[in-house]
């Protein structure tokens, strides 16, 4: 049975959709199928991380949820485009990036339920082992329903006061809706802070485990999505806390 993992953050800006990719890259390396589905459909933007332009893009997610093909066809295999070995595959459902289908959906909305079908249709379909989810910041009907269908779900913040009152909000929720499994990553921490010191601060306030506590990067701020950090920079430590988060998600 495929693991449903969910990476969401209350607010943006919080190193969501890079966190998401590697994890995808380095499960997939490790030999799993695994699927990646950007569900940010107000503000994609997870497909240039691997490399996919919008001419790229035949079908979206957005053509699913508007009854234009089934899930299947939305998928691309991304696996090559990782540009290293590679055991398992990367399916990527990207969401579309064209100004006039984004504003459809902020004006139209869509039947948030078909996103529970396509979950389940894409793990058949293409016999995942893992399903990532890049869920919309903050809390609404989708994202609501992403959280409940997940086994995993790591939630994101910097060490920043919106980012803790959010936070808290976020794993109340899960609580509420019974996820197995929650677990927080702290991100773009500044170095003058101890890592150690963080995560015990954490983990106290929301009672629930640290996956990592992952530092300032200025080689992350560099590469700027131009593609993903933990197959860039393999040696770096940030790399290494990429490797950890991925074996924590899988046990």
């Not at 509420?176 to 991100?187: D, Y």
Request: glycine share 8%; hydrophobic share 45%; charged share 20%.
């Amino acid at each position: 049975m495929a693991k449903i993992i969910s990476v969401h953050s209350f607010r943006g800006g919080t190193g969501k959709s890079n966190t998401t990719a590697n994890l995808a890259a380095l499960l997939a390396i490790a030999g799993n199928r695994v699927g990646v589905i950007d569900t940010d459909i107000q503000s994609p933007g997870i497909h240039v991380l691997f490399g996919v332009e919008e001419d790229q893009m035949p079908f979206s997610l957005n053509d699913y949820l508007w009854g234009k093909c089934e899930i299947r066809q939305t998928a691309q295999d991304v696996t090559a485009k990782l540009g290293v070995p590679c055991k398992g595959q990367v399916f990527l459902v990207p969401s579309s990036i064209k100004a006039g289908e984004i504003a459809r959906v902020l004006r139209e909305g869509y039947d948030v339920g078909l996103l529970n079908e396509g979950f389940r249709d894409l793990i058949d379909s293409l016999e995942l082992d893992v399903l990532m989810i890049d869920t919309h910041p903050g809390l609404n009907e989708e994202t609501l329903l992403s959280i409940a269908f997940s086994d995993v779900l790591v939630i994101i913040l910097r060490p920043d006061q919106q980012d803790y009152q959010g936070t808290g909000v976020t794993v109340e929720v899960a609580r509420k809706l019974n996820v197995p499994n929650l677990m927080l990553l702290v991100n773009k921490v500044p170095s003058v802070f101890s890592a150690a010191d963080v995560r015990a601060r954490v983990e106290k306030a929301y009672n629930a485990p640290v996956a990592a506590v992952i530092p300032h990067s200025d080689e992350m701020m560099t590469l700027a999505s131009a593609g993903l950090f933990a197959l860039r920079y393999p040696d770096h430590p940030i790399a290494a806390l990429y490797k950890q988060v991925a074996e924590q998600v899988m046990k």
